[in-house]
């Protein structure tokens, strides 16, 4: 069930009318809680928020990739995410859109899809075990990227992949081969 997302920051009682409520996602967390159930949206599945109720560590070999493929805004998404299960905690994720007739020119060149978010939330775990190089330097980033090439391909036959990302992230992307694009950066895969 989908809650109100956005609130409402007044003072409850000067509310006149809809939802007079201004703490609605801690009244659905309550009610879950008396049915012995979690949230599991994006939100509470975060390794971050999940270690703030609990203590949590992880084998950063207990990571696995998760592909979730749904229809949004008319059109086809993939949620790639780096779950680990024990958990049922969100390292990261990455949200990859197939694009069809956009009104930009960059993206009407060819078939393409782009990466509308990609967000690691697992900087700060704290590991049981580590291997030589480390969690940091194994490239959550770069995993999620490489499955996100590998299914523009595989499943969707395309060789174009976009991103649009802030300023400071495109150094980033054009590390990975990445070229700007117009107002995003691309990447032909081949
Ligand atoms: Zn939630």
Same mark, same amino acid.
Do not use: W
């Given at each position: 069930?989908?809650?109100?997302?956005?609130?409402?920051?007044?003072?409850?009682?000067?509310?006149?009318?809809?939802?007079?409520k201004?703490?609605?996602?801690?009244?659905?967390?309550?009610?879950?809680e008396?049915?012995?159930?979690?949230c599991?949206?994006?939100?509470?599945?975060?390794?971050?928020?999940?270690?703030?109720?609990?203590?949590?560590?992880?084998?950063?070999?207990? !990571?696995? $990739?998760? #592909?979730?493929? %749904?229809?949004?805004?008319?059109?086809?998404?993939?949620?790639?995410?780096? =779950?680990? +299960?024990?958990?049922?905690?969100?390292?990261?994720?990455?949200?990859?859109?197939?694009?069809?007739?956009?009104?930009?020119?960059?993206?009407?060149?060819?078939?393409?899809?782009?990466?509308?978010?990609?967000?690691?939330?697992?900087?700060?775990?704290?590991?049981?075990?580590?291997?030589?190089?480390?969690?940091?330097?194994?490239?959550?980033?770069?995993?999620?990227?490489?499955?996100? !090439?590998? $299914?523009? #391909?595989?499943? %969707?036959?395309?060789?174009?992949?976009?991103?649009?990302?802030?300023?400071? =992230?495109? +150094?980033?992307?054009?590390?990975?081969?990445?070229k700007?694009?117009?107002?995003?950066?691309?990447?032909?895969?081949?």
């Amino acid at each position: 069930m989908r809650i109100q997302r956005i609130q409402r920051d007044i003072p409850s009682q000067l509310i006149y009318a809809g939802v007079d409520k201004s703490n609605l996602r801690q009244l659905v967390e309550n009610e879950l809680e008396k049915h012995g159930k979690e949230c599991r949206c994006i939100r509470c599945r975060e390794i971050g928020h999940k270690s703030l109720r609990q203590r949590i560590i992880i084998d950063e070999y207990d !990571i696995n $990739i998760n #592909t979730v493929f %749904y229809t949004a805004s008319e059109g086809e998404e993939v949620f790639i995410s780096l =779950v680990n +299960e024990k958990y049922d905690a969100l390292v990261g994720f990455l949200r990859l859109r197939d694009i069809q007739n956009s009104h930009r020119f960059e993206l009407n060149k060819n078939p393409c899809m782009i990466i509308r978010e990609l967000k690691i939330v697992g900087r700060e775990l704290e590991f049981s075990k580590r291997s030589k190089k480390g969690f940091q330097h194994r490239g959550y980033g770069k995993e999620l990227i490489d499955e996100a !090439i590998r $299914i523009c #391909t595989e499943e %969707y036959d395309k060789k174009h992949l976009f991103v649009l990302s802030g300023i400071g =992230v495109k +150094e980033y992307y054009r590390n990975l081969d990445f070229k700007d694009d117009g107002v995003y950066l691309s990447k032909t895969i081949i």
